[in-house]
């Protein structure tokens, strides 16, 4: 197995790694939010943004291997459930595997607290960051095994630490 790192703007490496036909078992990316952070990138109309993901989905999803894995990082939740519905209608064998809730602390609080010229924030802003989990199509996930629980509890080889220390508990008590 050989690891390799691209970082550069997506959109442009997965164009690179489409020309090439070439596939990759997993993205990591933190795009911008469109919150009007910077006037360039992060600063669209709504359905623009929408839209500018939709193509950074697509190529995602067309440079994954099969079972590949999307990673992607969000701060707001309407634009999140709006993303996550874009995805369900448009590239429906890619699967939502889980969501994340990555706590900052307590840092907007402090910036709160002690504004400077470079931070002088007056309002509310979320303490976590958001991290959803895709994977491209699977045959053997089912739309009612929203976990994959199905596909672990039924593998034989799972578990194995967790069975022999209930077979010795139960050896032990007088049950085995």
């Known amino acids: 197995m050989s690891i390799r790192l691209i970082q550069g703007d997506c959109l442009d490496e997965m164009d690179k790694l489409i020309e090439n036909n070439q596939k990759v078992n997993l993205i990591l990316t933190d795009p911008p939010y469109n919150i009007g952070k910077d006037k360039g990138w992060d600063n669209r109309r709504h359905e623009e943004y929408i839209e500018f993901m939709g193509i950074f989905f697509k190529k995602a999803y067309e440079v994954l291997e099969y079972n590949g894995t999307l990673i992607w990082f969000h701060s707001e939740i309407p634009v999140i459930m709006e993303l996550m519905m874009w995805i369900k209608e448009n590239l429906p064998l890619f699967r939502y595997n889980s969501f994340i809730v990555c706590d900052k602390g307590d840092w907007r609080a402090v910036s709160w607290k002690n504004p400077t010229e470079k931070n002088n924030l007056r309002s509310w802003f979320n303490t976590c960051e958001y991290i959803l989990?895709?994977?491209?199509?699977?045959?053997?996930?089912?739309?009612?095994?929203?976990?994959?629980?199905?596909?672990?509890?039924?593998?034989v080889n799972n578990f194995q630490s967790l069975r022999k220390y209930s077979y010795d508990l139960l050896c032990y008590i007088g049950g085995g």
């Not at 045959?139 to 976990?147: R, S």
């Open 133 to 155: 989990v895709y994977t491209k199509g699977d045959e053997l996930y089912k739309e009612t095994d929203k976990t994959g629980w199905d596909r672990v509890r039924l593998d």
